[in-house]
């Protein structure tokens, strides 16, 4: 087994043994998911929606050269400036470089999963920026010097508790400033305010980025986007390179989708959609009057675009919502972090190794029991399934993963194309268990199947086989022996 | 389709091995309904293992010996299990796409192939009559039937139809045992805490059975029973259906 390997199944046992987290899950998903149920049984024909939103990922995924060149030409017309970054390090690069060419040392930042996965905060620091979260959970996940959990719910992990202690330690709160969820809410904003305030440049992610008209759509819950986005004079944006949609219409579908998928709501309470900085007014357009001096784009490659054409591509058509973490019930027993990278669950488990390669990742394709719940609630009919199955393949391919499986695949499958072996071999197996069994069940299985009997039975084969009797019994209706 | 006079059995090496009995029930269901049911000597396993293990040439060879043995006749398939029933519908005419021998008879033999309370419901449109008594039955709803086959109303319907209001829905019926295959070996740690949730809502349930279309989730369901000791069995709604489950 290699390192990574070991070190996933150790970080599963850790999150299985820990009761605190399960609590945790239990509450958080199982009202995220009803919540999905319920907001989708508002809308007429949920699955033609679906499909629409689909189609339209489908067919920008198809082409996003084309809608990506749109976009930055839009976009920079109405006073944008998109810089492309290959790389995470290209695009950690660009952003210390707009804050040191502008003498930032305090930037704000909106939820982002894109700045997680380049670690854009360590890099800021490592310039000198300090960087402040500002949504709440990634202000507590920051606080903790801890990482998100989940893609839209970043302290799913934690109880209130564990926040009050911590604000209590770190913030010097009064019990009574952190006796409640509003109390601790307010806490965090008389905290954050004079962050804002202050700060040279604000950081968001883009949820959706609409190609003919350069603009980029953020939905947030709790408005910190909108003072990120408008409040410094330096406004940067990063985002993934498939977070396109092709027109305003389309951006219409995918969000009625988005919001009911993430949280259950019909739409966010805050939809930001903003198109390019502070600008007077010119012949060509109404100019904007308020907003940052500089609206900066990067646009992060980061490995996906390794992924079109291919086989994964279809991960790509991912908003990033979070229902099938929600619905995913080893999601359920193991939490995010034991995922081990930035995106957990079941996109998690296809985005972290299409993204960084099987080496580092190859026990995640494998961390599903394949049961399609999360293909079912995906909002763009993602077949994760599938895709779990694909570098399942490719894991095999490369000869990682247990070795004896290795050996007894191929074995199993040269003995069930040969009936008359299968056959015999299966009633020898038999027998030798019948031995070993108690009143029909195995309490122990040899080598690595001993993994089933640490916490179940395995019932002892039947003597004769359900063919051997039928035949014994009812030669006639035998058709082909 | 019309109705079939004759039928093929592809039984699983699961039920060939651990549950003949469920096999029996399903002959004895079917012949009920005056087909004539014949069970093709050579089957061997459909290769599921195989296929969800990554392990795609020793799936495909599983799926052309499959091929073969249920080609040599035309008769409709019966599966009793919707797991194995959807690899052969919808994932042989994938694996064998490109071989030129196979996949014709694939996709002939997809359409022909029906899991037992489909075929039963959707075929051969049976109704079964009621029983005034016998034990309180939970569902639960497999994975690979549910959401690959679309088995929603037809295991249902048979079971309302025999058991009335002594049959419900397990609380979180659809929610994944943690069976999974190589999964529960694999990843053992996670697979036994989604079978200890699944026996929670069993044990809050208060059925004395719970019912499944596929011995496989049963197998895994009914370890974790006899592990805790517990008195809820373990049944295949082929079981119920024939009259068979106090043997």
């Known amino acids: 087994m290699t390192e990574a390997s070991a070190r996933f199944?150790?970080?599963?046992?850790?999150?299985?043994?820990?009761?605190?987290?399960?609590?945790?899950?239990?509450?958080?998903?199982?009202?995220?998911?009803?919540?999905?149920?319920?907001?989708?049984?508002?809308?007429?024909?949920?699955?033609?929606?679906?499909?629409?939103?689909?189609?339209?990922?489908?067919?920008?995924?198809?082409?996003?050269?084309?809608?990506?060149?749109?976009?930055?030409?839009?976009?920079?017309?109405?006073?944008?400036?998109?810089?492309?970054?290959?790389?995470?390090?290209?695009?950690?690069?660009?952003?210390?470089?707009?804050?040191?060419?502008?003498?930032?040392?305090?930037?704000?930042?909106?939820?982002?999963?894109?700045?997680?996965?380049?670690?854009?905060?360590?890099?800021?620091?490592?310039?000198?920026?300090?960087?402040?979260?500002?949504?709440?959970?990634?202000?507590?996940?920051?606080?903790?010097?801890?990482?998100?959990?989940?893609?839209?719910?970043?302290?799913?992990?934690?109880?209130?508790?564990?926040?009050?202690?911590?604000?209590?330690?770190?913030?010097?709160?009064?019990?009574?400033?952190?006796?409640?969820?509003?109390?601790?809410?307010?806490?965090?904003?008389?905290?954050?305010?004079?962050?804002?305030?202050?700060?040279?440049?604000?950081?968001?992610?883009?949820?959706?980025?609409?190609?003919?008209?350069?603009?980029?759509?953020?939905?947030?819950?709790?408005?910190?986007?909108?003072?990120?986005?408008?409040?410094?004079?330096?406004?940067?944006?990063?985002?993934?390179?498939?977070?396109?949609?092709?027109?305003?219409?389309?951006?219409?579908?995918?969000?009625?989708?988005?919001?009911?998928?993430?949280?259950?709501?019909?739409?966010?309470?805050?939809?930001?959609?903003?198109?390019?900085?502070?600008?007077?007014?010119?012949?060509?357009?109404?100019?904007?009057?308020?907003?940052?001096?500089?609206?900066?784009?990067?646009?992060?490659?980061?490995?996906?675009?390794?992924?079109?054409?291919?086989?994964?591509?279809?991960?790509?058509?991912?908003?990033?919502?979070?229902?099938?973490?929600?619905?995913?019930?080893?999601?359920?027993?193991?939490?995010?972090?034991?995922?081990?990278?930035?995106?957990?669950?079941?996109?998690?488990?296809?985005?972290?190794?299409?993204?960084?390669?099987?080496?580092?990742?190859?026990?995640?394709?494998?961390?599903?029991?394949?049961?399609?719940?999360?293909?079912?609630?995906?909002?763009?009919?993602?077949?994760?399934?599938?895709?779990?199955?694909?570098?399942?393949?490719?894991?095999?391919a490369a000869r990682m993963g247990p070795a004896w499986l290795r050996i007894a695949m191929p074995l199993y499958a040269a003995i069930a194309t040969r009936p008359v072996l299968y056959r015999w071999l299966g009633s020898l197996a038999a027998r030798l268990s019948r031995m070993m069994g108690h009143d029909g069940w195995l309490d122990r299985l040899p080598g690595p199947l001993s993994a089933w009997t640490t916490e179940r039975d395995f019932p002892v084969p039947a003597p004769r086989s359900f063919v051997q009797e039928h035949h014994a019994h009812a030669p006639r209706a035998g058709g082909c022996e | 389709m019309t109705r079939p006079t004759r039928v093929q059995l592809f039984v699983t090496c699961l039920v060939d091995r651990f549950y003949p009995s469920v096999g029996h029930a399903v002959v004895a269901v079917l012949e009920r309904q005056g087909l004539d049911v014949s069970v093709p000597m050579d089957q061997t396993c459909c290769g599921q293992p195989a296929f969800n293990g990554g392990f795609t040439d020793d799936a495909r060879r599983m799926a052309r010996h499959t091929v073969d043995v249920l080609s040599a006749s035309p008769d409709p398939v019966v599966v009793p299990s919707g797991s194995c029933a959807d690899m052969i519908v919808h994932r042989y005419p994938e694996l064998l796409a490109d071989d030129a021998a196979y996949a014709a008879r694939a996709r002939d033999l997809a359409a022909r192939t029906f899991e037992f309370t489909q075929f039963l419901v959707d075929v051969l449109h049976v109704s079964p009559a009621a029983e005034p008594d016998g034990p309180r039955l939970a569902y639960h709803a497999s994975c690979h039937g549910l959401r690959g086959l679309g088995l929603v109303e037809q295991p249902r319907q048979l079971l309302r139809a025999v058991a009335g209001d002594r049959c419900t829905d397990l609380p979180g019926a659809g929610i994944c045992c943690g069976f999974g295959g190589l999964f529960a070996v694999k990843l053992a740690g996670i697979s036994a805490a989604m079978l200890a949730s699944k026996i929670e809502a069993i044990a809050e349930s208060g059925a004395d059975a719970v019912v499944a279309t596929d011995v496989s989730c049963l197998m895994h369901i009914g370890g974790g029973l006899h592990r805790r000791g517990s008195r809820v069995r373990p049944l295949h709604v082929a079981e119920i259906l024939a009259g068979t489950r106090h043997d």
């Open chain 1, 9 to 396: 199944h150790r970080s599963v046992a850790e999150a299985l043994a820990d009761p605190h987290l399960r609590q945790a899950l239990d509450r958080t998903t199982g009202r995220l998911a009803g919540g999905l149920a319920k907001a989708f049984a508002t809308i007429p024909d949920a699955g033609a929606l679906r499909d629409t939103a689909r189609r339209i990922r489908a067919h920008t995924i198809a082409h996003l050269d084309q809608h990506l060149d749109q976009f930055e030409r839009a976009a920079t017309a109405r006073g944008c400036h998109v810089h492309w970054a290959p790389t995470a390090a290209d695009a950690t690069r660009l952003v210390v470089d707009i804050a040191r060419a502008r003498g930032v040392s305090l930037a704000v930042k909106s939820k982002s999963m894109v700045t997680e996965e380049i670690e854009l905060n360590a890099a800021l620091g490592a310039a000198g920026v300090r960087v402040v979260e500002s949504d709440l959970g990634e202000f507590v996940v920051q606080l903790a010097d801890d990482r998100p959990s989940h893609i839209i719910a970043p302290i799913v992990h934690m109880s209130r508790d564990d926040v009050a202690r911590l604000f209590e330690d770190k913030l010097g709160a009064r019990p009574d400033e952190v006796a409640d969820i509003p109390a601790i809410t307010a806490f965090a904003r008389r905290t954050l305010r004079q962050e804002f305030l202050q700060a040279g440049m604000g950081i968001s992610g883009v949820n959706l980025a609409v190609a003919d008209t350069g603009s980029l759509c953020l939905v947030t819950n709790e408005g910190n986007g909108r003072l990120t986005t408008t409040l410094p004079r330096v406004h940067v944006a990063v985002m993934g390179l498939e977070r396109i949609v092709p027109t305003a219409a389309d951006l219409g579908v995918v969000l009625q989708l988005l919001a009911r998928s993430a949280t259950g709501q019909a739409l966010s309470v805050y939809t930001n959609i903003i198109t390019g900085p502070r600008r007077p007014a010119t012949s060509d357009g109404p100019g904007e009057p308020d907003g940052p001096d500089e609206l900066h784009i990067v646009v992060v490659d980061n490995g996906r675009s390794r992924l079109l054409g291919g086989e994964l591509a279809e991960i790509l058509y991912c908003v990033r919502c979070g229902a099938c973490l929600n619905i995913c019930p080893v999601y359920h027993h193991i939490g995010g972090h034991a995922y081990g990278g930035v995106y957990p669950g079941p996109v998690g488990s296809v985005v972290s190794p299409g993204l960084m390669g099987l080496d580092e990742w190859s026990e995640l394709p494998h961390a599903s029991s394949l049961c399609g719940a999360c293909r079912d609630v995906c909002p763009v009919r993602i077949d994760l399934p599938r895709l779990l199955l694909n570098l399942r393949a490719q894991t095999v």
